[in-house]
């Protein structure tokens, strides 16, 4: 039977200023999943990871979203989802929208390509609604486009490719757990009319920024004023952190996703490598156990490494 | 004693979803301003068109702003300035940012050129705000830039070039009267979080849609689902004539600065001169005075046209 094996990247969404609209694809760290045709109708998940994930799969995010594309096209054949999960869950860097992805394109290479990046991103979409309760793509558009993306509307799927300058990411995951819903349900419902306006002119100076190559205003840009203040304070240590890799010479940064990961944008590698360095020290020093990376923008998305 | 004179150009400001940050300089109307030298200290004004507008310079939008640069630059002499005033005052495109960018651009061009553009807005700002009553920029800005612009940040005057491709530009002044103060003072404080992140998505779409010469995407990001439905109740048949212009092809638009002007963006010419003769149209059906323009960007904002 044939069988094919993608790897399926983390995504740093909203970007500061870019809430629920921004997302990018980064080349580490990434899942490995194997989807293999089988005679037996029906799905079967395993794990060559640590993490205890669900294996039935209308629990499995995988399963769920791979259950949504076979239904729309009528295959009556079963599958084996094999997953090695690099990507450790809640760690809010779209370890569950990779999942999602990541099976979808696997399963569209195996059932003929018929499907549009977009109808992808909703497939995906079933799946990952039952990690975050809600159909976002900011993490799954760009997980399956590559690249910097904006999804304009989320209903239509209106989801746009920006090309960006060369840049790199640094990451860091300090080990707490924060709660996608938890982090949604401490935002304010409603918000200044002035803050709204600092908040869109950055967005507006940070797509700017990334389409002219222009990394200081990108580094000008990457602000937020409304997500962070609210969902730093999650995060012990966060203004130190970010004030020390501001002063290393990143160009900005703040919380990836929902956090608790932050992220920072380097012009070049050797600030990013000090940045993370930093990043590491500082929760080290508050005793956080923490993992960091230092990384690049994942062009492709999800890529198919093998068919057998 | 030496003489400029300058078109400076009307201005639409906010094109729907970028309230308070953007603003594009048009072809027509534009003022003519004529600034002169005198050795007799002191500003004299003088109208040539039917407005009564102040001639005391301390009450003069270009006066107060002209006074501001010959503070700054220590001159000891004295000018007449001469307008014709094309661009009717309250009509919410730009009539006092036109005065005031016009001036200091003639004045800088007769004291030595000693100023950059950002910081030539800075001094029409000094003039406008006795116009709204608040520094702001984005009729200025465009006014003196020329073209699109992002005004990314008011305090610092972080303003931004943006490249569009061409468009065609049809404009409506319906002769009712809306204050800009009371144009602010009817917007809500507060905002939900849902309808800002909405307005940001569309922001970043319509910056991205000119930067990318994306027609389609420009239209479908041209949305103010924060503004419009307030304002657009003080302008009578509003969502009739819109939906009119954008059957007849226009790309999108909606209410010009703080209105009462309405504007429609579209790809082609034919398109705009249709868009503005539904605009005549529903509002002589109305009983409502007007005024229409078909007109083009100005790229090159305010522009000496004679030296003597």
């Not at 039935?56 to 076979?70: D, K």
């Not at 090695?84 to 569209?108: D, L, T, Y």
């Not at 080990?175 to 982090?183: D, F, H, L, V």
């Not at 000008?220 to 010479?249: H, M, N, T």
Request: aromatic content about 6%; some cysteine.
């Amino acid at each position: 039977m044939r069988s094919i094996t993608v790897h399926s990247p983390a995504t740093v969404s909203n970007l500061c200023c870019g809430f629920d609209i921004l997302g990018l694809a980064i080349d580490e760290p990434y899942d490995i999943m194997q989807l293999t045709e089988t005679e037996q109708p029906g799905i079967v998940i395993r794990h060559t990871d640590q993490y205890n994930l669900p294996v039935s799969p209308t629990e499995n995010i995988a399963g769920v979203a791979l259950q949504s594309m076979i239904d729309a096209v009528g295959y009556t054949g079963g599958f084996e989802i094999v997953i090695e999960k690099q990507i450790k869950p809640g760690s809010g860097i779209g370890s569950s929208a990779a999942s999602a992805a990541g099976i979808v394109v696997a399963a569209n290479a195996l059932l003929g390509n018929r499907f549009t990046k977009k109808e992808l991103v909703n497939f995906a979409m079933d799946g990952e609604v039952i990690a975050s309760g809600a159909r976002h793509a900011d993490n799954l558009a760009p997980c399956i486009y590559g690249g910097l993306v904006l999804i304009r509307d989320t209903p239509t799927l209106d989801i746009i490719s920006l090309q960006t300058p060369p840049l790199y990411i640094s990451i860091v995951h300090p080990q707490i757990e924060i709660k996608t819903s938890y982090a949604r349900k401490i935002l304010p419902t409603e918000i200044p009319l002035k803050s709204a306006v600092v908040q869109w002119a950055n967005v507006a100076g940070l797509v700017t920024g990334f389409l002219q190559q222009d990394y200081a205003l990108i580094g000008r840009s990457l602000q937020d004023i409304i997500i962070e203040p609210v969902r730093s304070k999650l995060i012990p240590g966060f203004d130190e952190v970010k004030k020390q890799c501001l002063e290393a010479g990143a160009l900005g940064g703040g919380i990836s996703g929902s956090g608790p990961s932050l992220f920072m944008l380097s012009e070049k590698r050797e600030t990013a490598d000090q940045v993370a360095s930093i990043m590491k020290n500082e929760f080290d020093k508050r005793g956080i156990e923490n993992k960091t990376y230092v990384t690049t923008i994942n062009d492709s998305g999800v890529k198919i490494v093998n068919r057998s």
